[in-house]
DNA sequence: ATAGGGTTAG
């Protein structure tokens, strides 16, 4: 299409427009439609219209290329087609994205009254990329409140927003509302499902969903797989790998995420050694992500060494969560060499991420190194470094809430503030140490907000204790790596109150029973 | 003559 194009003497706009069409696909993300586009700005050129903005923006969406679309933008604006209904869902979707909540959110409010299901389902994917779950669903019912119906895409971002808040009710709710409505369960839906009910624990009704599938891409798969990697099923998760491979389903390098996090979750090291050569006969480019699999797996199982050789032979740059991978796992073998290496790292690759201070004053903190701590957090206001806390949830009756450090802003906050208080007195007398229940103890204010430091689950646990009774399962989920003090206070709760809690942090699940939990990390 | 929304990730 190009070489005809390139061939045409002096084409017109339509000619223009097919050719960015064809390369504004999600499988080409690159940026040629937008120059294509700006080569029509040029002098002798022919004026783009409404369809060109419209296929621009797809085009920026699918890389994504918030700047350029922002271009985009405002050079519709100049040529009066922002209007256009297609130029307007094409900005829309871009921002939304680019998880741009905000302004793609004044470009909905912007469009017409009547908008459509297309404008309504951008919206809704926006709010759930961004983990904006509470919204996405208000949205979703506001949807429906003005009489338009959700279709099949609609429906993923929905289960999506559910999967990453680990809504549980909702997003079995919302499955019955597909099967109600008659939605039509296709591939895609099929995938974000399975995700959903591997993300909320319910990893046998992602297994249901799977095998009753009638067609399986490569999403499809890794997505089981990466799902049953979460849970700690290994051999399930390895044998489903095998069935594609005799099934000629090309995997990529997510499904090898699933592949290699199911061996380092499960203490595999040679298996995950030997998918790691396959993944490079089958000629599958290792993703960062691929790497830091290979170096979780290697720190898990305490091969400290054969970990900090694995980084500095890497090909590409490791990025920051390699280096905090084997920070953590060099704090806990005690190797304070690899330490020191890592940290130096990690403050060269980004001094200005708040993250690797508190990670570093909380490896403190945990030996009740307090000069130390409070060395890093002076390190910290002399860089003007702000702490981005990490952020907890947990669903009751519904609705999501979400608790970050130091968090006074819910509406029940002085009644988890006594249940907080209950617990700190428990794992106290459990002989823990003591930072743990720093909350409330005889350490200083700053110790106190310091100890506090990534553990807003502790506030989600809290209130479903508060809110809720055994034999119900306290079910939280943690943006960040669940930590080993983490473990231990969440042992002590559960054997002290009775309850099942489950834990999902970024990449797997932590279940407590009795005090006991059911991973085997190296911690 | 050409239009817009989707899933898997250390």
């Known amino acids: 299409a190009r070489s005809l194009f390139d061939q045409i003497p002096e084409p017109t ?6 050719l960015i069409r064809a390369l504004a696909t999600p499988s080409n993300p690159t940026t040629d439609a937008f120059l294509l586009y700006r080569r029509m700005l040029r002098a002798g050129s022919p004026s783009p219209n409404s369809f060109t ?7 920026c969406a699918a890389v994504p290329a918030l ?10 604006f100049r040529q009066g087609l922002e209007p256009s209904p297609y130029v307007q869902t094409g900005l829309l979707n871009l921002y939304a994205r680019c998880e741009e909540v905000a302004l793609a959110r004044s ?16 919206m809704i994917g926006g709010y759930s990329r961004a983990g904006m779950v509470n919204e996405a669903l208000d949205l979703f019912r506001d949807m429906q409140a003005a009489g338009v119906s959700p279709d099949e895409v609609t429906m993923v971002s929905v289960i999506s927003a559910c999967a990453k808040a680990g809504a549980l009710d909702l997003g079995r709710w919302v499955h019955a509302f597909i099967d109600r409505k008659g939605i039509m369960v296709d591939l895609e839906l099929s995938t974000a499902l399975i995700d959903m009910y591997a993300k ?6 992602a297994r249901l969903v799977f095998d009753a599938m009638v067609e399986r891409d490569t999403k499809a798969w890794s997505a089981m797989i990466v799902g049953l990697a979460m849970h700690g099923l290994a051999e399930d998760a390895l044998g489903l790998f095998s069935r594609m491979l005799q099934l000629k389903i090309r995997p990529n390098n997510v499904t090898f995420i699933g592949v290699l996090s199911a061996c380092a979750h499960n203490g595999l090291v040679d298996d995950g050694r030997r998918y790691w050569s396959t993944m490079q006969e089958m000629g599958i480019k290792a ?14 199982s305490g091969l400290l060494d054969e970990a900090y050789s694995f980084v500095t032979s890497m090909p590409i740059l490791p990025n920051s969560v390699i280096w905090r991978n084997l920070l953590v796992a060099s704090k806990s073998s005690n190797r304070t060499d690899i330490v020191g290496l890592a940290s130096k790292k990690l403050f060269e690759l980004e001094p200005q991420n708040p993250e690797n201070y ?11 190194q307090w000069d130390r701590v409070r060395y890093m957090r002076k390190k910290m206001k002399d860089n003007n470094v702000t702490v981005v806390a990490g952020c907890s949830s947990i669903e009751i009756n519904g609705y999501l809430h979400k608790f970050v450090v130091s968090d006074g802003s819910h509406p029940e906050i002085k009644e988890i503030r006594v249940v907080l208080r209950e617990i700190a007195d428990r794992v106290l007398r459990s002989g823990h140490k003591p930072w743990t229940a720093a909350v409330l103890h005889d350490v200083g ?6 100890a506090l430091c990534e553990h807003s689950e502790r506030l989600a646990i809290a209130y479903g204790l508060l809110k809720t009774k055994a034999p119900h399962v306290i079910r939280v989920v943690k943006n960040l790596r669940f930590c080993p003090d983490c473990h231990e206070v969440a042992k002590i709760i559960s054997k002290s109150y009775g309850r099942e809690i489950i834990v999902r942090d970024r990449v797997r699940f932590h279940r407590f029973i009795g005090g006991s939990c059911s991973c085997n990390d190296f911690w």
């Open 53 to 59: 903005v419209a296929f621009a923006l797809k085009a």
């Open 358 to 368: 508190v990670l570093l004053s909380n490896l403190y903190a945990l030996n009740s």
């Open 200 to 205: 909320c624990g319910l990893i046998e009704r």
């Open 107 to 122: 470009v909905f409010d912007g469009m017409a009254e009547d908008k459509n299901l297309v404008a309504w389902s951008s």
């Open 67 to 76: 700047g350029k679309g922002r271009q985009l933008h405002s050079q519709a």
């Open 445 to 450: 204010e700053e110790e106190k907000e310091i």
């Open 13 to 18: 706009a339509f000619c223009y427009n097919s």
């Open 287 to 300: 993703s960062m992500e691929n790497y830091g699999c290979m170096v979780d797996l290697l720190c898990r």
